[in-house]
């Protein structure tokens, strides 16, 4: 339990509540109360003074005595040079300086002495009217049982303040505390695999906006442990399939189950099929390599124009054979960019312009600019896409259906390493097509 956040947090709490009320106390007490409390009593009783002078006006010795007495005050009656006038009142108290102050006084009117002891007591004195021969009044005070009052109720309160202070500080920590004990049970789910664990909270606050990013944390991994869980299953499926193959028509060699005749044949297909396995290597080596060196790409300005004309030269026997005609439309336009990647980009694009196409079909490549960007818009006149497969049609080992899939039998890594390359670029791509009219791919690069 000591090594609980929730009773760290508790105990630091009263601990520096104690020490901050006794040292409040201590210093209000020492510097500030008792000034205070005596100033506040000392006010308190020259108002009765002069209420009780305005009483026995023009009265008796005695009678004034027993007046105050009933106040609880005992009274010192003198003279203005100090002598007292009853033989048993003690004026020991009353000074030199006191006379001096009172005979500047006007009749009723109340001065206040202080104690040159530093201690509780206070003196009050004031000048009366003539009274049988009374022209002085001086009262002694001591406050020290008020201070002490004072400081004990003081006290009381600084503890019922430490109480009920203690008492909130449980209940609040508790509510904070417990919002970060389910985080950490939270995050021992996340830890085991349990990408699925959620924290519900309405907080709003800077725990709140944890917890919030703690669900956002968790839905990207379970997202990226679905993704990685279909890379797996696709990667298992593209190389079992030509293994298989491999396999079977190999063992067929082998056992001399095959003819003389097709024996050709059968070594053509296991030729095509670990050439599927080359390139699908291939692929995966170019995505893991973009995915890791991103930000290690060298760039370099150069004519996109002439690039995109090489690369239909390159490729001229593919679109020949199926007397494909290639329309260009571009101008002289420079790109700052990587040109081995931005050629694998044009050459995956244009390559599936061809594959999809039809025979005596058209590809038309154009350039426009728009804004800072440069577009490039490469059309075909194929077989189109479905539309309900264009949302996915980046993704990794994605394949259309079999009606457009029978065309090729690449593995779904193309148009993945081509939108990559394209990221790269801080680029974008996009596209528009109609089942059966063809397909437009539109790649917005910016100008450097």
């Known amino acids: 339990m000591r090594n609980s956040l929730y009773w760290k947090f508790v105990v630091a709490f009263i601990v520096g509540v104690i020490v901050s009320l006794f040292g409040s106390f201590i210093f209000s007490s020492r510097f500030i109360q008792e000034d205070v409390i005596l100033e506040s009593e000392m006010g308190r009783v020259s108002q009765y003074v002069k209420g009780l002078l305005q009483i026995v006006d023009q009265e008796s010795i005695p009678e004034l ?46 001065i206040s002495f202080a104690s040159k002891r530093q201690d509780a007591t206070r003196y009050i004195g004031t000048r009366l009217s003539n009274i049988e021969g009374a022209e002085a009044l001086f009262i002694k005070l001591d406050l020290s049982s008020t201070v002490k ?60 906006r944890l917890m919030h990013s703690f669900n956002n944390m ?55 099929e670990v050439d599927r396995l080359s390139r699908l290597s291939n692929n995966l080596l170019k995505m893991a390599s973009l995915d890791a060196e991103k930000d290690l790409i060298k760039l370099e300005t150069y004519r996109l124009d002439e690039q995109i004309r090489r690369v239909i030269l390159s490729i001229e026997p593919l679109w020949r054979e199926k007397n494909i005609s290639v329309e260009l439309d571009l101008s002289k336009t420079y790109i700052y960019a990587n040109q081995d990647l931005m050629e694998q980009v044009w050459l995956n694009l244009i390559v599936n312009a061809i ?16 804004d800072q960007d440069i577009v490039v818009r490469i059309n075909d006149t194929g077989i189109g896409i479905d539309q309900k497969d264009i949302p996915y049609l980046f993704d990794r080992f994605y394949k259309v259906d079999r009606s457009r899939s029978e065309f090729s039998s690449g593995n779904g890594l193309g148009l993945s390493i081509t939108k990559k390359i394209i990221q790269i670029h801080n680029g974008s791509i996009d596209l528009v097509s109609q089942k059966g009219i063809g397909t437009t791919f539109f790649v917005r690069l910016p100008i450097q």
């Open 65 to 110: 005595v027993e007046l105050f007495n009933q106040f609880g005050i005992d009274p010192v009656l003198t003279d203005l040079s100090g002598q007292p006038i009853i033989s048993d009142m003690i004026a020991d108290f009353v000074t030199d300086d006191m006379i001096v102050q009172i005979q500047q006084l006007q009749p009723n009117e109340v």
């Open 355 to 370: 594959k999809y196409n039809r025979e005596n079909g058209e590809i038309y490549i154009s350039f426009y600019k728009d």
């Open 149 to 208: 009052d004072t400081r004990r109720l003081t006290m009381q309160t600084l503890m019922l303040v430490l109480c009920i202070g203690s008492l909130l500080i449980l209940l609040l920590s508790r509510y904070f505390v417990d919002s970060i004990r389910s985080i950490t049970k939270a995050s021992e789910k996340l830890a085991t695999g349990d990408f699925s664990t959620r924290l519900p909270t309405d907080r709003q606050d800077e725990l709140g």
């Open 218 to 272: 968790a839905e990207a991994l379970e997202n990226m442990e679905e993704v990685r869980k279909q890379f797996i299953s696709n990667i298992s499926h593209e190389m079992q399939s030509p293994l298989t193959s491999i396999k079977g028509y190999a063992g067929a060699l082998r056992d001399g189950l095959v003819s003389e005749e097709n024996q050709q044949d059968y070594l053509d297909i296991i030729y095509q």
